[in-house]
Nanobody, 120 residues
Framework: QVQLVESGGGLVRPGGSLRLSCAASGISITSYDMSWYRQAPGKERALVATITSASLNTNYADSVKGRFTISRDNAKNTVYLQMNSLKPEDTAVYYC?????????????WGQGTQVTVSS
């Protein structure tokens, strides 16, 4: 059974920092492109950042470039999202996603989400 368990969310003041973690079980994150998405109230879920399985390339939404960093620890089978200089518009539920495509099919998994609230 595949599980992605996010943690690290919470309430933070504007300009503050948080680090989200996504602990995976049932899969090896080295075989998946790992991403963070977020969904704010009344909005669609949107891609925040991705780290690829093969090349470890990273990609970011324009709104978080220079402030957020995605990384992974293969030994811990965990992906992180370091969020700095947080803004009120970063308030959302953040979801971890694992995805890959192969000859055998398309595989994608989601975590349950963790709430991030940026407010003074």
């Amino acid at each position: 059974q595949v599980q992605l368990v996010e943690s690290g969310g919470g309430l933070v003041r504007p300009g503050g920092s948080l680090r989200l973690s996504c602990a995976a079980s049932g899969i090896s994150i080295t075989s998946y492109d790992m991403s963070w998405y977020r969904q704010a109230p009344g909005k669609e879920r949107a891609l925040v950042a991705t780290i690829t399985s093969a090349s470890l390339n990273t990609n970011y939404a324009d709104s978080v470039k220079g402030r957020f960093t995605i990384s992974r620890d293969n030994a811990k089978n965990t992906v992180y999202l370091q969020m700095n200089s947080l803004k009120p518009e970063d308030t959302a539920v953040y979801y971890c996603h694992a995805g890959r495509s192969s000859w055998s099919g398309v595989y994608d998994y989601w975590g349950q989400g963790t709430q991030v609230t940026v407010s003074s």
